[in-house]
């Protein structure tokens, strides 16, 4: 099960940080993604994380302001989200995916498990 926290209102220019946080002892044995569904619009890929923290991969909208990492200590993935612009306004979510080692998961149809949303609202 994952739980996604730390969307919220903030002016274009600013961060927000998202959480995603899993139960379960397995954590470490999920590639994670994050994907963003803004109103009338289809749900897109933004970013995604191997098993071990080190291969990450960013849709062209948002490399070089979003990072993602990850605690498997702690069971939680991060999206730093940094300069935001009104367009990142959507609500993201977080899913997690069985896969090999030093995978990262593109498509939303190749994870299992999905958190329920938090809302991020940018505004201009």
Known sequence: QLQASGGGLVQAGGS?????????????????????????????????????????????????????????????????????KPEDTATYYCAAGTTVTGVVLMEDSSYQNWGQGTQVTVSS
């Open 16 to 84: 927000l940080r998202l959480s995603c946080t899993a139960s379960g002892r397995t954590f470490s044995t999920y590639a994670v993604g994050w994907f963003r569904q803004a109103p009338g619009k289809e749900r897109q890929f933004v970013s995604g994380i191997s098993r071990a923290g080190t291969i990450r991969r960013y849709a062209m909208s948002v490399k070089g302001r979003f990072t993602a990492s990850r605690d498997n200590a702690k069971n939680t993935v991060y999206l730093q989200m940094n300069t935001l």
